[in-house]
């Protein structure tokens, strides 16, 4: 069979870059194939997966050595828009790729770039929307979609022109893990039934292997260092080397002196032979320490049976109550439209509860305004972008005091300190628009932290990043609260996030509060995980299918386990970059 | 959250009418009024856009903070040319006749509240035909209605686009409003009004920032998706023109017509009862 993408010998470079950024990379990729591509940030899979969709050298020029060949095209001389009939590319931002004012405009998209007659399209739009399970929701507006949904949308909009290869640029990063999930079931239908080739390009590794993939191929630097059956490439270390993550019940087997073996099928927990492994994992589970409980601490923030509401009808929160002590770092977990981000503005105040009190460090809020609890409780909401109003650094961080009327030699005192913290100090004087996506991050953190808040809320702190800004913003956050003692707040639907850094979870569900437990607990508790749209960790079935009874703890001494490893690994995770 | 000024599809017969033909209203409605100070035309005008407005069905929410900030500004209008020319109705009309003496060399005179009248109520015929024009046009079928006129539809689409974002900012303006008056700076009404003008350049940055964000991913967007390939483009939203189109179409020539002849009858396109 011909290959329907084959790279020769294929070198890439930037026009505003010295070094190449993909290196003599040989590919063949067969029609009908579904391949993942893993690497990690700043690897080259997405300037591997702009060469395929024509973005390079057309709007993105470079230099090209050797060859490549896409459906018979040669992208270089076809264009975006040539290639465009031939690869469908669909976007992370399941927001920001939605162009039409409804579902049907949206999908009919490129068809209305390409002068189709008004009654082709109402047909080829049906088709779309037919296949990507949309068929009911045609007049519906963006606002009204879940991310997955609108995601389905995209999907539709490149499916529409018959596309023959499929792109996906990390296609779980904006999805609760529900969705995620069935994103990828369809991705697997759609593959097999409209017989497209199919490229995912993500760094969650374990989501996408939910349903089969032909071929794993790993990139890093530039180069390809692994293209493997997934039953192989699980078997070898190469995914952890590059700083990657490997499905978590294959890192606990590994953890427990194993070496997994190809022919025990290691692509999916539920086929998998664990006859070999079982002996050596329990004995494992028995000799690592079980975690130190934690002394109880002061409470700092509580929630009384807060009740709210937009309106008498639609109830957002009912009963919510909790309590938050010094020093815990604390997950808000639920999909969207759960209650999450309403629950945040109760508590900073740009909305008052219907019922119900909210206590900081026992004291009743109430009274105070916005102002005066910004003092107190810091948000950082999702994009910096979305705080940043000072062209320089130290005037950014130092805003909040001085239109406190703080003298200007405190203010000075104070934002020094707090870069240092922040690992800003030596661009201290340097222009916001010099610092890159992960610094501004930590400006608009450090915005708030000169300001000594008694608590820190983070709204979704890693939406829409790759896995370095990601790593890096919360092993930041992660060593703020250990040498600080900062009480951190936050709001995800991340799962990772969840059961990597947080201590404990709360789960809200249509405005209820479902769970208030560690992590490990929550994500091995079936009901929980159902009900709140969340992914039971695979953890859990590692545990169960090995003879441990208590699953939950299984995956506690896990996260602890990797934790110490990570922390002895990168104890210089707060270097200057 | 009320969606201030963005298009809600409540199905009367003006959400029916094509795009274009309410453009073209607005327009002409827009001219006649900016050229006319005669006031039975502009009474009239206003009667019409109310009807309208009533036929549309707009909920007073969906408009009442946009119309707030209007008022605010004909106020301000009204007062500066008081100000600056307490004489122009006088000029204007010809004759003079004081009603009462102010201070200085400020008199109120009949003429110049006449005039300031005839201003005051040329605001009234425009802003019902503004919201309407805003809230009952879905913005695809806006763009494809002027791209079939003649207006390229790179520049039509960049419109509707603009209009399909208009929920969005706003609800960025919300969020980040909050967060920075969190971090202290008020915006509520205790601030002085300079220093809250001052303010806003907080909530301006960030949001321009934001929206910038948001520009390059859907540009990348729409092009992986072809768009700007061919000199043309369909629509898939695109009404074509009935009956309804063509009454109003028509009727607003018409009414635009006998609006100027009646204007200008006189010589003059100012209209006084007293003439």
């Known amino acids: 069979m011909e290959p329907i993408i084959e790279f020769t010998d294929f070198t890439f470079r930037y026009r505003a870059q010295k070094e190449p950024s993909l290196f003599g990379i040989n590919l063949k990729i067969y029609p009908g194939e579904k391949i993942l591509i893993a690497g990690p940030s700043g690897s080259g899979k997405s300037t591997l997966a702009h060469c395929i969709n024509g973005l390079i050298p057309g709007s993105l020029p470079g230099e090209i050595t050797g060859s490549l060949t896409v459906a018979g095209l040669n992208p270089e001389k076809a264009g975006v828009f040539g290639m465009s009939k031939k690869v469908g590319t669909v976007l992370q931002d399941t927001d920001g790729q939605f162009i039409g004012l409804t579902v049907a405009e949206d999908i009919a998209f490129a068809l209305e770039n390409d002068c189709v007659p008004q009654e082709e399209m109402f047909r080829r739009v049906d088709r779309a929307a037919e296949m990507v399970q949309m068929r009911d929701h045609l007049d519906r507006s963006p606002a009204e979609l879940s991310g997955g949904q609108k995601q389905r949308v995209s999907l539709g909009g490149v499916l529409v022109d018959n596309v023959e290869i499929l792109l996906f640029d990390e296609p779980l990063a904006n999805l609760d893990p529900a969705a995620g999930k069935r994103t990828i079931s369809l991705i697997d239908e759609i593959s097999r039934d409209q017989k497209v080739t199919v490229l995912i390009i993500e760094h969650r590794i374990e989501d996408v292997l939910y349903k089969d993939v032909d071929r794993i191929i790993v990139i890093n630097d530039g180069r390809i260092l692994a293209d493997a059956r997934p039953d192989e490439l699980l078997c070898s270390d190469v995914l952890m080397e590059q700083g990657m993550r490997e499905p978590l019940y294959v890192t606990a087997i590994k953890h427990a002196g194993c070496r997994i073996r190809p022919e025990d099928r290691p692509q999916h927990i539920e086929q998998m032979n664990l006859e070999p492994y079982r002996g050596a994992v329990l004995n494992w589970f028995e000799n690592t320490p079980a975690p130190p409980a934690r002394p109880a601490a002061d409470t700092v923030l509580e929630m009384e049976q807060v009740c709210f509401g937009y309106s008498e009808k639609h109830q957002i929160l009912k009963n919510v109550g909790f309590r938050i002590r010094k020093g815990e770092m604390v997950s808000l977990v639920g999909q969207n439209g759960a209650g999450k981000s309403t629950l945040a503005s109760l508590i900073c105040g740009f909305y008052q509860p219907d019922s119900g009190r909210i206590l900081l460090s026992g004291e009743d809020i109430a009274p105070l305004s916005i102002k005066e609890r910004g003092e107190r409780i810091g948000l950082v909401m999702q994009s910096p972008n979305q705080m940043i109003s000072k062209p320089m650094i130290t005037e950014e961080v130092g805003l909040g005091l001085t239109v406190r009327g703080v003298s200007e030699e405190e203010v000075r005192e104070r934002v020094e300190d707090t870069l240092r913290i922040c690992g800003l100090y030596p661009m201290r004087n340097w222009p916001i628009s010099a610092l890159s996506f992960g610094q501004k991050k930590r400006v608009s953190i450090a915005s708030i932290l000169v300001m000594n808040p008694e608590i820190l809320i983070l709204d979704e702190p890693t939406a829409g990043q790759d896995y370095r800004h990601y790593t890096e913003i919360m092993e930041f956050l992660r060593g703020l609260n250990r040498e600080t003692g900062l009480t951190i707040l936050m709001i995800t639907h991340d799962m990772h996030l969840m059961l990597e850094y947080t201590d404990r979870a709360l789960v809200l569900t249509g405005g209820e509060l479902i769970g208030d437990r560690t992590p490990a607990e929550i994500l091995t508790d079936p009901e929980i995980t159902e009900r709140a749209s969340l992914k039971k960790t695979s953890l859990y079935d590692l545990a169960l299918k090995c003879g441990i009874s208590d699953p939950a703890a299984f995956a506690h001494r896990f996260i602890l386990y990797e934790r110490s490893l990570r922390q002895t690994a990168s104890g210089q995770g707060r270097e200057v970059q | ?275």
């Open chain 2, 1 to 275: 959250m009320a969606k201030l000024l963005s298009y809600e599809e409540k199905g009367t017969w003006i959400h029916r009418l094509s795009g274009i033909t309410k453009l073209i209203f607005f327009l002409i409605w827009c001219a006649l009024s900016a050229l006319t100070y005669d006031t039975r035309i502009l009474l009239v005008m206003i009667m019409i856009s109310l009807i309208a407005f009533a036929c549309s069905r707009t909920k007073w929410k969906q408009v009442g903070s946009v119309f707030r900030v209007i008022m605010v500004f004909m106020v301000l209008n009204l007062a500066a040319i008081f100000i600056m020319s307490p004489e122009q109705g006088c000029v204007i009309y010809g004759t003079r006749k004081v009603l009462f003496y102010i201070a200085g060399h400020y008199y109120m005179t009949r003429e110049q509240l006449f005039y300031m009248f005839n201003v005051m109520i040329k605001y009234f015929t425009v802003i019902p035909a503004v919201f309407i024009f805003l809230v009952t046009t879905n913005p695809s079928e806006l763009a494809a209605s002027m791209n079939r006129v003649g207006v390229p539809y790179t520049i039509s689409y960049a419109l509707s686009i603009a209009l399909r974002y208009i929920p969005d900012v706003q609800g960025d303006f919300h969020r980040i409003r909050n967060a920075q008056e969190a971090r202290g700076i008020e915006m509520s009404a205790k601030a002085r009004l300079g220093e809250r003008i001052r303010r806003t350049a907080s909530i301006i940055f960030p949001l321009l920032f934001s929206s910038m964000e948001r520009i390059e991913v859907v540009s990348n967007a729409m092009e992986l998706r072809s768009f700007g390939k061919n000199k043309k483009r369909t629509w898939y939203a695109m009404k074509p023109l009935g009956r309804n189109d063509r009454l109003v179409l028509i009727g607003t020539v018409l009414f635009f017509i006998a609006g100027i002849v009646i204007t200008y009858a006189d010589g003059s396109r100012f209209w006084a009862y007293w003439l």
